[in-house]
């Protein structure tokens, strides 16, 4: 108990002694000498973020545009976008390979036994401060 408080009383006395950045050199000049910005009544800003509210006609609008983008995914995805021959081979190939990508472990043998080992070694330690 007295080393942690010692430790913690250690570190706050350290703080102290740091070096505070100059904040006056990282505001540019022109911005210094800029006027203050006017005031401005926030009723009408509020008035004006009320009418940009999401309506039934938004939700209509943001629905036709996703069924677009839907449409538009399934015509690049059965290649009627002009990819061609080659081009849906190479789609093919990156979708096969994307798939074994998923299916390999993050870890060989070796990284995961070395990882294991590591962290047998730090369980058995004791706690620090013990």
Request: with cysteine; hydrophobic share 45%; net charge positive.
């Amino acid at each position: 108990m007295k080393f942690s408080l010692i430790v913690l009383l250690s570190g706050l006395s350290l703080a102290g002694c740091a070096d505070y950045p100059n904040l006056q050199s990282a505001v540019s000049r022109q911005a210094r000498n800029a006027p203050y910005p006017s005031l401005v009544p926030v009723d009408p800003l509020l008035d004006a973020a009320a009418q940009r509210r999401i309506t039934p006609a938004t939700g209509a609008g943001l629905q036709a545009r996703a069924d677009r983008l839907a449409r538009r995914a399934r015509r690049i995805d059965h290649g009627a976008d002009g990819l061609g021959a080659a081009g849906q081979a190479r789609a093919e190939a990156l979708r096969r390979r994307a798939a074994a990508l998923r299916d390999m472990p993050v870890l060989d043998k070796a990284e995961r036994d070395r990882l294991s080992a590591a962290a047998k070694t730090a369980e058995a330690r004791p706690p620090a401060g013990s």
